[in-house]
C-alpha cells in the first residue's frame, strides 16, 4: 500500500467540513492543506454543512476527516454519525477553534477530540511551542526542534488519554504564582480511527512558520485511514 492509496487498493477519500465562526477562516485555512491532500493522492470532498455527518455512509467511506468548524452546535445524530465513522476507522484532524471550540457542552464530540478550548489571553502572544522530548520521534514532530509563534495561545482542558506531542508555557501572572504547561499538539485513538489535534492556527499566516505548516500536514496524514 502506497502513502496515497486505502487497504481497499482506492485513492483515499479526505472529507473536509468546515463553516461556523468566520473569524476562524474556514474556508481559507482548509484551502491551505486541500492542494496538499490531493498531492498525496486524496479525493477530496467539501462540505459546508454539518449534515454530512448524519449521512453514515458518506462519512464512513472517508479515510479522513479535516473538521474546522468553530462553535456552533451538532446534532446528536450528527455527533453520533462522526464518533461512528471514527470508531470504525476514519481519521479525524484539525486544528486552533476549528476542532476544540466545537459544539461547546457536546460531551460526545469532546470525548472524540480529547480536548476543549476554555480561553485564551487577549490578542496574540509570542510563545514557544515545545517538543515533548519523551516523543520527539513520533511521525507528526520527528526532527522538529522547538519553535516560537505570535499568534493566540490556547488555555485548554485535555483527556488524560491523550498523546502529548508539544506544549507552551502559560508564565506567571495575577491569577497563579507559578507557570503552566498546557498541551498544544497531541495524538489519540478512539476505536480503529486516529485523532490528530493542534491548538495552533488562528490564522492563515501562522502556518507560513515552517514547523506548524509540517506539524500539521504530518498530523493529517498520520490521522488518515
Known sequence: ???????????RRALVVRGG????????????????????GFD???SDSLDVYADAERTAAADLVVHCWTMGEATPEQT????AAVRAGTGLAGWHGGIIDSFRGNLDYHLLTGG????HPPGFVEHTVHV???RSGHPVVAGLSDFAVDTEQYWV??????DLLATTVFPAD???DHPVAMPAVWTRRHGAGRVFVSAIGHKTDDFDVPEVRALTERGLLWASR
Open 21 to 40: 465562526w468566520e473569524g476562524h477562516v474556514p474556508v481559507a485555512a482548509t484551502d491551505l492543506f486541500i492542494p496538499f491532500l490531493k498531492e498525496h
Open 157 to 162: 482542558a485535555t483527556d488524560p488519554d491523550i
Open 1 to 11: 500500500m502506497t502513502n496515497s492509496t486505502a487497504a481497499t487498493g482506492r485513492p
Open 80 to 83: 453520533a454519525g462522526l464518533a
Open 116 to 119: 476543549q478550548f476554555l480561553h
Open 132 to 134: 515533548v522530548p519523551e
Open 44 to 46: 477530496v470532498e467539501v
Open 174 to 176: 495575577e491569577r497563579r
